[in-house]
């Protein structure tokens, strides 16, 4: 089946820094989601890409979906304190011109940033 | 966005039991999901649940062990049955709007 490697597991920074996170598959996606997870909560929708080759921002986050549709990052600018958590990548599949609907999660990054 | 809540919050439960998880979404949709996230590890999904038809289950989950209803568009409810120590996990049901897939607060389970 499809497998999402997501990198770096976890990651220690310094408030202020910037952080990178990427995903790639060994198959194509239609969409490419972005999540954050805090402890004791359901995954929070950070960002989505539609299309092959889209940039999007949220705020400090930015992400993109790659040209070859396998693949995705998300960068996080001038961390602060609350953007600790898990942040998950998650691929979609479109079949027949409408959502599949099923997620393939990769195994998340968890992110400690130190005041 | 969407509103998404879940019931109970979360159960300690004797092995062999039970538990039924109820979620409940602010307005109609057609496609709703279940998910498991087993400690420390990513999201897994159980099964589709569309109104008026069979959930759709996926590899290594059956119908006899997370019996799913789905009675209308703004409802459905996922059942672990004759529960192990190794349903120990977060159960996390989501729905679908836009092309995108929106995550209740999840029912932490812990099996004893």
């Known amino acids: 089946g499809q497998q999402l490697n997501q990198s770096p597991q976890s990651m220690f920074i310094q408030e202020g820094e910037d952080v990178s996170m990427n995903c790639t598959s060994s198959s194509i996606f239609n969409t490419w989601l972005w999540y954050k997870q805090d402890p004791g909560e359901g995954p929070v929708l950070l960002i989505a890409l539609y299309k092959a080759g889209e940039l999007t921002s949220n705020g400090r986050l930015t992400a993109q979906f790659g040209i070859t549709r396998k693949d995705s990052f998300l960068n996080i600018s001038a961390s602060i304190p609350s953007d600790v958590g898990i942040y998950f990548c998650?691929?979609?599949?479109?079949?027949?011109?409408?959502?599949?609907?099923?997620?393939?999660f990769g195994q998340g990054t968890i992110l400690t940033v130190h005041p | 966005s969407a509103v998404i809540s879940q019931k109970p919050s979360r159960d300690i439960c004797q092995r062999g039991t039970s538990l039924t998880i109820q979620c409940q979404v602010d307005?109609?949709?057609?496609?709703m999901f279940w998910y498991r996230q087993q400690p420390g590890q990513s999201l897994t999904l159980i099964a589709t649940a569309n109104q008026g038809s069979e959930a759709t289950y996926e590899s290594g989950f059956v119908i006899d062990k997370f019996p799913i209803s789905r009675p209308n568009l703004t409802f459905s409810t996922l059942t672990v049955s004759n529960m192990s120590p190794e349903d120990s996990s977060i159960y996390l049901c989501s729905l679908e709007r836009g092309e995108t897939q929106y995550f209740g607060p999840g029912t932490r389970l812990l099996v004893l």
């Open positions: 998650a691929g979609q599949l479109i079949r027949g011109g409408t959502s599949y609907g099923k997620l393939t």
């Open positions: 307005s109609q949709v057609t496609m």
